[in-house]
């Protein structure tokens, strides 16, 4: 795992292979940002975060030791029907590897989003991760407790 400057190469790359799945909009980059990109397609929308390996990393278990706080700011981008997240990571020469980030566990995908079968890995995450990423996955209180109220005309 490296720290420091931003995957600018990866970026790159990163944003030219999620448009081959959807439409590809790049967070404004800020350094606590929980995603790089954010993937839109027909059935899902995908918070991707992106990182350069020094290795080419062989499962999701040595992923997930290698990038936990990764992982876990990625836990927090709340989970839903309609919302996935995934961790791509770029070797020095040049591969890919594509994992999605579930509630419990992590899994190795392929580029286009299909799971590989086999390759989920059990997440045990923190205590006060498993709060916050429970209270931001509850919908909290309804916008309108009675009921929307008619527009006035």
Not at 12 to 38: H, N, W
Not at 80 to 108: K, N, Y
Request: glycine fraction near 6%.
């Amino acid at each position: 795992m490296t720290r420091g400057r931003k995957p600018l190469i990866a970026l790159d790359e990163a944003e030219a292979i999620g448009r081959k799945r959807g439409r590809v909009l790049p967070s404004p980059g800020k350094r606590e940002d929980y995603f790089d990109l954010v993937l839109s397609t027909e059935q899902v929308t995908v918070f991707v975060r992106v990182k350069r390996s020094i290795t080419h990393s062989s499962d999701p278990g040595e992923i997930l030791a290698t990038y936990r706080r990764e992982i876990i700011r990625l836990l927090k981008v709340p989970l839903t029907a309609v919302i996935a997240r995934e961790l791509w990571v770029r070797s020095p020469r040049g591969s890919w590897q594509f994992f999605r980030i579930a509630a419990d566990r992590i899994v190795e995908i392929r580029n286009d989003g299909s799971i590989i079968e086999g390759t989920d890995h059990f997440l045990a995450v923190p205590e006060r991760v498993v709060k916050v990423v429970q209270a931001a996955a509850s919908p909290g209180p309804a916008a309108f407790p009675q009921g929307p109220k008619p527009l006035s005309t």
